[in-house]
């Protein structure tokens, strides 16, 4: 796998650190990358209305200690690195290409059923899980579900209002639902976009 490559790539790097570059930008990368890491194992993922913050977290690692990596890796790791990356970055365009395809097919699938909803709508979407329908557009191995967020598109195509969309209903974001929905009615809302054992009641 890629991801534990480049850590350990980024964690070679940082014990390889000699002491000028420790009193340069580099040395301010390294601890920057160390702090986030921290972050990321001790932060909660919840949190001000919000959720996934720590895979946020686990992206900055990688990105502040990628650009320590590559700015300080000596030539025999760099070279190995990029043969390792290229190879792994090859396999996973072609995977990528093929799950794009699915997951078109299905959005256009998606969208065809809703835009039947009458222009201006307001409604409500509840997201079931779809484990049939991931297998039948082939995407069950990637983990992905094809219909997740399409009912905020579906909303914007035919200038309606998805009153159970997590943007709206989530106060970190700039969008908000007018007249304002209260906390409980925004909560029982959100809920329908992920539903658990509680839903159907």
Known sequence: ???????????????????PEWRSAKGALAV?????????????????GGGEAKIRFAWSVFVVGGIVA?????????????VYMAVLLSCNLYVTWRAI???????????????????????????YSTRQTTER???????????FHL?????YRQGSIDVSDYEGLNPIFPVGLRPKVGEGERGSLWS??????????
């Open 151 to 155: 009912d905020a598109y579906s909303a």
């Open 1 to 19: 796998m890629l991801g534990p490559a480049v850590l350990f790539f980024v964690f070679a790097t940082i014990v390889a650190l000699r002491r």
């Open 192 to 201: 329908l976009e992920g539903p658990d054992e509680n839903t159907a009641r």
């Open 137 to 147: 557009y082939g995407l069950a191995s990637m983990g992905r579900d094809p219909f």
């Open 32 to 48: 920057a990358a160390a702090l986030c890491f921290l972050v990321y194992l001790v932060a909660p993922n919840e949190g001000l």
């Open 70 to 82: 590559e700015s300080a890796l000596r030539r025999p790791l760099e070279k190995a690195l990029m």
């Open 101 to 127: 395809q699915a997951t078109s097919r299905a959005a256009e699938d998606y969208i065809a059923a809703t835009d039947r909803i009458p222009r201006g709508a307001v409604f409500v979407r509840i997201h």
